[in-house]
């Protein structure tokens, strides 16, 4: 069974921007939400990066990673990436926005 979490953004109001599709498919050494002990909105690496995708840090480090990578949201298509591609650097970037923990 292919299990995927994708994640939808689109620009307010409707109709004005194109939609970014985020995919994160389930395959070797990486998870997505289906059960314990991962909560619904988890995805990452089983060694490494993750994010929750119910977080607006996570959401917006996600996007600013796509639009340094070339997605233009003036082109008013939908585009969907592969969301693997993504998340190293949307996870360091969500971590020094949270500063160091004390």
């Known amino acids: ?5 994708i994640l939808t953004l689109s620009l307010q109001p409707v109709g004005t921007g194109g939609r970014l599709r985020i995919a994160f498919a389930d395959g070797p050494g990486r998870y997505v939400p289906g059960g314990a002990p991962f909560g619904s909105g988890d995805v990452g690496f ?3 990066a993750d994010l929750n995708l119910h977080e607006p840090g996570a959401v917006r480090a996600l996007l600013d990673v796509a639009l340094a990578r070339g997605w233009r949201p003036e082109k008013r298509q939908t585009v969907e990436v592969d969301g693997w591609l ?3 650097a ?3 970037a ?3 926005a949270q500063g ?3």
């Not at 069974?1 to 979490?5: H, L, N, S």
């Open 90 to 92: 949307a996870a360091a």
């Open 100 to 102: 160091p923990m004390t």
């Open 1 to 5: 069974m292919d299990c995927r979490q």
């Open 86 to 88: 993504l998340l190293e």
């Open 46 to 48: 089983t060694r490494g």
């Open 94 to 96: 969500r971590t020094a």
